[in-house]
Each structure stands twice: as C-alpha cells, then as structure tokens.
C-alpha cells in the first residue's frame, strides 16, 4: 500500500473496492472489509476524494486485503493522521496480523510500530544497523536514541 494512499478520488468507496474485489484472483467478500472496517460501511456511497486522509487510509487498506494477500507492505501508514484514527489503525492491523497476514511497515511513529511489530530492522543510509525483536530493540538504548530519536522509557 503506497504511502500516497491512492483511492480513486472519482469513485465511492464500494467501487474502489469492488474494483480491487474484480482484479483479485482470490478475492475476499467485500462485506467482510466493511466489517473489519465499520466507518468505510457507513461512507460505501461517498467518493474517494470526500474522505478524510484516515478514512482513505482505511480505504487503501481495505481495498489491498480484499485481494487476500499474503503480506501487507505498509509504508507510513499514520503519516498525517489524527491520533484517534491512528489507533483505529492499530487495531485494525492487529486483527489483520491475527489473520496470517504478514505486514511489513516501514513506520517513524515508534509507539505505532513497537505496538505491532514482533520484529525490528533499523536501516542507516542504506545497511541495516539492527535486525531482532522488538524486546531486543527496547533493551539497547544506544540504538533507540541514536537511530530512533527516543528515550528507553518511552517504549517500555
């Protein structure tokens, strides 16, 4: 999922997704979207670009899941998004993990991403300066204030 979200502004959002639902070789009802995503049900007749930048984020999300895959890229998903919205997020995602979806996040909101993840890569101009758990990453503090600009106390 493209960090621009990429909702197709002319469209509702049941078209947006009941297009993905028509490309998808295995494509999951689209009820079960609106499901997991309660807000997009009430909004299934507004156009993209009426949405809110957290419910276009939710959008995309949906529309990428109702292709049934089997990893999720994310790329800063709450980049832009009010606090609420980015909890809704967090939750939605954990009931995705839940479902054997890999989610691989590329994410600068450290709560957000310690939140969800089980492991850590910390990327420095281009090698990877840590690569573990994210129990291992909250136990080196030179590496959480050096790459991630937080204190020790903050994530845990």
Known sequence: MPEDRRVFPTLTVHENLTLAHTL???????????????????????????????????????????????????????????????????????DVVSEDVTVLLSEQNVAFAFALASRAYVIDTGSIAFEGTIEELQGRDELLERYLAVSPEEVR
């Open 24 to 94: 998808a070789a295995d494509p999951r009802p689209i009820e079960e979207m609106y499901e997991l995503f309660p807000i997009l049900d009430d909004l299934r007749r507004n156009r993209g670009r009426n949405l809110s930048g957290g419910e276009q984020q939710m959008l995309s999300v949906a529309r990428a899941l109702v292709q049934r895959p089997s990893v999720l890229l994310l790329d800063e998903p709450t980049e832009g998004l009010a606090p609420v919205i980015v909890d809704d997020l967090r939750e939605m995602l954990r």
